[in-house]
Structures are given as C-alpha cells and as structure tokens.
C-alpha cells in the first residue's frame, strides 16, 4: 500500500468577469488532472517553469486548498473530504516546508513559540516538556538551543530555512512537501538545507513531494521526477531515467538548459518559442502544441493521455522520441 495515492487531482479557481454583478467567467486551471503514487521514504521530485502549478499541487495534496475534484488518498484512506478532528490528525502526518524562510514565520514571535506551535495545537506534551523537545529539535536542524528566545528577523535566510524544518519535523511526519525550500538561498546554504532534509528523512524514513525549477538540486535529491505544464503532468521516470533519456519534448527543452561544468561544443540548446499560455485559457488537445517544434493537426484535435512506454516510465506525448540533451 502506497503511503500517498493521488488520482485525477483538479484545482481551478473560479473567476468573475464583473465585481458588481459578479457574472462567473471561465476558471483558471492551477492543477488539471494530476495523478501520482508515493511511497514511505520516497522523494518525489516536481518541476516544471513558472505557473505550471507546482506550489497549487502541492497545497492541494495537503489540504491547504481544497480540491476543485479528484481524490487524495493518506495510508489508504481517502482524505479528500476530511473535516474536523479527522483532518487535524492528518495535520500530524502531514507537513510543509514553505518557500519563503522569512514570510512563513510570525515576525511577532520568538523561535521557541514557532517552533513549539505544532505541540500546542495538537494539545501534545512531549516528555520533558516542550521547551526541551524545541531545543532538541532547534539542535538537530543546526541551530543554538540558547536561541530560543529570539526573533525571525535576527537569523539568517538559511537559519530560517531552518526554523521552518524544525516546525515541519516537530510532530514527526510521514509525509513533508517542500516548496522551493532552497530557491531563495544561496548556493552554498542550498547545499547545507539539503543535506539536512536528507539526514532527517533517513532517520524519520519520511517521504517528500520537492517541488523546485532547479533541475540540479531535483536530481541529487529525488527518487522519481514529475515534470508539469500548465497544471497537467507531462512525465514521469525515474531520475536518471528521466535525465539520462528525456522523451517529451518539453522535458527535453528543460534538460538543455541546465548548466553543466564542461559543456560539449555541440550541445543543442532547445529554445521554446512564444509565452505561457493562460491556465484560464489552455490550448485544446496538448496543452504544449503551442510551443511545441514537432507539434502537428493531430496534437490540436486530441489529448495526449500519458503511456508507460519504459517501466515506470510514462510519457503524455503523441511523438515521443529519446533525445540526449545533457
């Protein structure tokens, strides 16, 4: 049984042509039929440019948005609707790493109330009490317990990154999606975040959905990757699989763009023609067509369904075709 089973997820806003009258016009469609699987200890990876609806997924997977349709099922539970005292335990299990270090902390309150908030919520006393639990905690992720009393603005960006682990943590969750946690660091802390979420998730043996555009930092820490566009999954491998063997054209375009240390001379570049398209407004058939350099009359008329065309590999493409681009 898969710790997380996600099927057919939709996430659309609704939209409204007058303020006054307030006439409802076409929604936009944030997440558009996401479907994935996830296991115990597994890092799912997913990426895509921005507005493809990574950050909406995410939310939506743990209930911070509610779903437009589809279902999301925790330990073979369904979830989807949970209410009350049934969704405050899921809280429990699930967790989140925000992108802002800064934004996601309460500029009003000590670290130690940050951090201890989780305890107090859930009405848990851990042995000890929880002033020590929050200073263990404060310890693991690299921070001085004797800070326990300062404020978010006296840290670091990548001292807040951390503070925000340690909330995640705190409870002792299955399941932690990290949304873009290192975009706003700089490379060297990037490095040092990461390694930290991977020593806690040996240690905890916990799963994470990491979004990120970073396709370097997606692949030294993922086990699968799913790339997104305009809300719907493009596909789905394995990491080296999916980096060694790209076969959907856009996947393709991503690849060609991320930097390596020594570039071949004639290493192709694949550049994407035209802008996004409007979620509020996605093209028919495939939602890539419009930027597409193989597109044809056919990618207008139908939609791509994805197709396992590798085990474990899955490809929502009319063309797929394998092409190096690293």
């Given at each position: 049984?898969?710790?997380l089973t996600?099927t057919?997820?939709r996430?659309?806003f609704p939209?409204?042509?007058?303020?006054l009258v307030r006439?409802?016009?076409?929604?936009?469609k944030?997440?558009?039929?996401l479907t994935?699987k996830?296991e115990?200890?597994e890092?799912?990876g997913?990426v895509?440019?921005?507005?493809?609806?990574?950050?909406?997924a995410?939310r939506?997977i743990?209930?911070?948005?509610?779903?437009?349709?589809?279902?999301?099922?925790?330990?073979g539970k369904d979830?989807t609707?949970a209410?009350g005292?049934e969704?405050a335990?899921l809280?429990?299990?699930?967790?989140m790493?925000f992108?802002?270090?800064?934004g996601?902390?309460?500029?009003r309150?000590?670290?130690g109330?940050i951090i201890?908030?989780p305890?107090?919520?859930q009405?848990?006393k851990?042995?000890?009490g929880?002033k020590r639990?929050v200073q263990?905690l404060?310890?693991?992720?690299?921070?001085?317990p004797?800070?326990?009393?300062?404020?978010?603005?006296e840290?670091?960006g990548?001292?807040?990154q951390?503070?925000?682990?340690a909330?995640?943590?705190?409870?002792?969750?299955?399941?932690v999606?990290?949304?873009?946690?290192?975009s706003a660091l700089d490379v060297?802390?990037q490095?040092?975040?990461?390694?930290l979420?991977?020593?806690?998730?040996q240690?905890?043996?916990l799963?994470?959905?990491?979004?990120?555009?970073?396709l370097?930092v997606?692949?030294?820490i993922?086990?699968?990757?799913m790339?997104?566009?305009l809300?719907?999954?493009?596909?789905v491998a394995?990491?080296d699989?999916l980096?060694?063997?790209?076969?959907?054209p856009?996947?393709q375009a991503?690849?060609?763009a991320?930097?390596v240390p020594e570039p071949?001379?004639?290493?192709?570049?694949?550049l994407l023609t035209?802008?996004?398209?409007?979620?509020?407004?996605?093209?028919s058939?495939?939602?890539?067509?419009?930027?597409?350099?193989?597109?044809t009359?056919?990618?207008?008329?139908?939609?791509?369904?994805?197709?396992?065309l590798?085990?474990?590999?899955?490809?929502a493409?009319h063309?797929p075709?394998v092409?190096?681009?690293?």
């Amino acid at each position: 049984m898969s710790l997380l089973t996600v099927t057919d997820l939709r996430k659309h806003f609704p939209t409204y042509q007058q303020k006054l009258v307030r006439v409802e016009g076409a929604p936009i469609k944030a997440v558009d039929g996401l479907t994935l699987k996830l296991e115990a200890g597994e890092t799912l990876g997913l990426v895509g440019e921005s507005g493809c609806g990574k950050s909406t997924a995410g939310r939506t997977i743990l209930r911070l948005l509610e779903p437009t349709s589809g279902t999301i099922e925790f330990e073979g539970k369904d979830v989807t609707n949970a209410t009350g005292s049934e969704l405050a335990h899921l809280r429990r299990q699930m967790q989140m790493v925000f992108q802002d270090p800064y934004g996601s902390l309460n500029p009003r309150h000590p670290i130690g109330a940050i951090i201890a908030a989780p305890f107090l919520i859930q009405g848990i006393k851990p042995e000890g009490g929880t002033k020590r639990a929050v200073q263990e905690l404060m310890e693991r992720v690299g921070l001085n317990p004797e800070h326990y009393n300062r404020y978010p603005h006296e840290f670091s960006g990548g001292q807040r990154q951390r503070i925000g682990v340690a909330r995640a943590i705190a409870l002792k969750p299955k399941l932690v999606v990290c949304d873009e946690p290192v975009s706003a660091l700089d490379v060297s802390i990037q490095a040092q975040v990461i390694n930290l979420l991977e020593d806690i998730q040996q240690e905890q043996n916990l799963a994470y959905v990491f979004i990120a555009h970073d396709l370097s930092v997606v692949r030294h820490i993922s086990d699968r990757v799913m790339v997104m566009y305009l809300g719907k999954v493009m596909e789905v491998a394995d990491r080296d699989a999916l980096y060694e063997r790209p076969m959907h054209p856009y996947t393709q375009a991503l690849m060609s763009a991320v930097p390596v240390p020594e570039p071949r001379r004639d290493r192709e570049r694949i550049l994407l023609t035209g802008d996004l398209p409007s979620p509020q407004n996605p093209p028919s058939g495939c939602v890539f067509r419009t930027r597409c350099p193989i597109a044809t009359e056919r990618c207008a008329a139908e939609v791509p369904m994805p197709t396992e065309l590798e085990p474990g590999h899955l490809v929502a493409c009319h063309y797929p075709q394998v092409r190096t681009v690293l």
